[in-house]
């Protein structure tokens, strides 16, 4: 059928192909990822290392640093080492920034009052 409102339709109807397939493939190679991390984790784990699996951080800064190609995603990160404890004894925890400057409230920049939740 030619008429007009064939041709919108089928227009306005079409799937982008390319997005669905490039979708599908970056949750698969993300659960893939997570696989094998999980079997690198519990490898360097029987080795005595501790470990950390990480996500959420700024991808394109991690590229840059690294100078990792775009066409390569990164799903998580794992850091891998000596845990404190077993090479320095105590562990003394310090906060690495102050509350006031990672919890807001109500709105981003609106400093949370800490004293209302005792």
């Known amino acids: 059928m030619k008429d007009g409102w064939a041709e919108s339709w089928s227009e306005a109807t079409a799937i982008d192909k390319s997005n669905i397939l490039s979708s599908c493939f970056a949750h698969h190679s993300g659960k893939n990822a997570a696989m094998a991390a999980m079997s690198f984790i519990h490898s360097s784990t029987s080795h005595g290392l501790?470990?950390?699996?990480?996500?959420?951080?700024d991808v394109l800064r991690v590229k840059e640093a690294l100078r990792i190609p775009d066409r390569y995603e990164i799903p998580l990160m794992v850091s891998v080492g000596h845990s404190l404890d077993e090479e320095f004894g105590e562990v003394i925890w310090t906060n690495r920034l102050e509350?006031?400057?990672?919890?807001?409230?109500?709105?981003?920049g609106n400093t949370y009052d800490t004293e209302d939740d005792v």
């Open 99 to 108: 509350v006031g400057e990672v919890f807001f409230e109500d709105t981003f």
């Open 50 to 57: 501790a470990t950390c699996a990480m996500e959420g951080y």
